[in-house]
């Protein structure tokens, strides 16, 4: 849902056929050095502060203490201003450190800038996403648009049970966030065509930003990127690119000396299969990447092959990317006789009939950490003091059961590893809410009825049903469709329908996405957009089409008395029924009614609004 609104979110801002322009560019080889004008521009920084309002972690402030709640106060044309100067002489503020405990005990440390540098690396993202996407392979799985574990996932079955592939490479990079090399980055940017010198010294004096401890200390980093950085994420796939390209340059993509066929699938996906075939008359050692950020695996044939591979890998890693991986987490599995651990599942080759298939389930890890999560939620619920308090705690405890089972579904056996966590669970549910656990009563959430109706474990407090952790059903994991692709127009329709709206409607809604109120906030002014488009250009009373000169963004309770530039506070209405709604003297009102002509319904609308606003209704 979050990957469509922000193809919406770039419709809106009139920005998407600029980002498939540079998406196009990408793929021929262009390079780019002129990249600052459209990373600055008034409509990217706006669609920036678009794109991270809704984030959760957007409410947490860096070493400022700012978030978004002090953004979103500040005037549109102010907050272009702000960050715009801040390109011209960027200078980040220091980056607040913060550990995060882990599954292990241990803790993760987590980088925090600013909200406005935040906002920066926002604007930075949405250039450079489009230009990297074009340059990535397409087994690198982790932080990219229409991209998930679940694709990774069917790589690894299908090596395994199509390519029978039974030894794999299992390389863990020790601290690969906090060991990024910083001159080895910038050169890899330049290989892509990302040579704008501006940018580059940017991101360069982001990388170097100093960093605030807990304990107060100041670190000044030579290498790494921030976990937490919007852009980290990006600056370590166009790091490990170079080994995925170079890992397929050793066999998938390496020329032959025989000749072959080359065929095509339905879907205009080229078929290596003959290209496999004369490969496999050489000596060359078959592998097969997948990835997922950090996290990835090598598949070979032989374990001969396997173990060069191993120190092949290793040694690319410290030469290339001055990294080091770690020893005791690396090694090379024989997939017939131990299990892999792969984002938090665990893979094996079985034996069915005459062929091996995977046989997956949750790693242990994943079974203790999501089990005591669920015990301390049902802690939480029973230590609740009111009744919306238990509902609330008790939704957010079938959140988390959804959100187990929306993920680990792809695991073969997670039935089994979802009803040994129910078992666990069934004696912290009677020991703490045996007294307010009933077995019948009536599921009220569509959603929870539709998915977990059927179930007999279904258990109720207070009315609400809980989500039965056991109750789940394996689901195969699926490729990516090949034409799905965020930068293309054949691409997003396969992930979204465009706006359909006609001429008129488009042209309005970039004029609104572009103009300019004195004294508005960033918020009132975005949301306006927002309106316009739900909307689809009418009047919310009058359902007639609005021109620009008629459109109104009326506050629902005024700010007057205490209303917000919130969406839910806001609607768009005509010019005439604006005034109508806040008129008071007779004569105007009489006036404007004359104009209108409204018919009942549309009366009553009015009457609503004007009745929110403190007026009585006509």
Known sequence: MTKKKKLRHSEYYDLQGCFDKLYTKSKQSDVFTN????????????????????????????????????????????LVEIIQRKFRYYK????????????????????????????????????????????????????????????????????????????????????FFDNVNHSKLMRQMWALGIRDKQLICIIKEMLKAPIIMPDGSTQYPTKGTPQGGILSPLLANIVLNELDWWISSQWENMPTHNEY??????NGTANKGNAYSALRKSRLKEMYIVRYADDFKIFCRKRSDADKVFIAVKQWLKDRL????????????????????????????????????VRSHMSDKAVKRETEKLKEQIKAIEHCKNAADGVEQILRYNSMVIGIHNYYQYATFVNIDCKS????????????LKWRLEKHGTIRRKYIAQRYGASQTVRFINGEALCPIGYVQTKNPMYKKKKICKYTTEGREEIHRNLKFDETVMTVLHVLARAYLPNRSVEYMDNRVS??????????????????????CHHKKPLSQGGTDKYKNLIIVHIDVHKLIHATKPQIIQAYLDKIKPDKSQLDKINELRMLAGNTAI
């Open 261 to 266: 066929k080359l065929s095509f699938a339905s």
């Open 421 to 432: 966590i129910q078992f666990r669970l069934n004696a912290v549910l009677h020991n703490r």
């Open 531 to 552: 309106l316009y488009a739900a909307q689809c250009g009418k009047c919310a009373v009058t359902g007639k089409v609005l021109w620009i000169d008629e459109i109104h």
């Open 92 to 175: 980040p503020k220091p980056v607040k450190r913060v550990e995060i405990p882990k599954p292990n005990g241990k803790t993760r440390p987590l980088g925090i800038p600013t909200i406005v540098d935040r906002l920066v690396q926002q604007c930075i993202l949405q250039v450079l996403e489009p230009i990297c996407e074009a340059k990535f392979h397409e087994r690198s799985n982790g932080f990219r648009p229409n991209r998930s574990a679940e694709h990774a996932l069917a790589q690894c079955y299908k090596m395994i049970q199509q390519q029978n592939l039974y030894f794999v490479v299992d390389v863990d990079i020790k601290g």
């Open 35 to 78: 990249l600052m004008d459209i990373i600055s521009s008034e409509e990217n920084i706006r669609l920036a502060y678009r794109n991270i309002k809704r984030n959760s972690g957007s409410h947490t402030g860096g070493i400022d203490r700012l978030n978004i709640k002090d953004i979103e106060k500040i005037s549109a044309d102010k």
């Open 322 to 357: 001055s990294l080091e991986i770690s020893e005791e987490k690396s090694k090379v599995v024989n997939l017939k006789r131990y299990y892999s651990e792969f984002l938090g599942f665990k893979l094996k080759a079985v034996r069915k009939g005459g062929k091996f298939i």
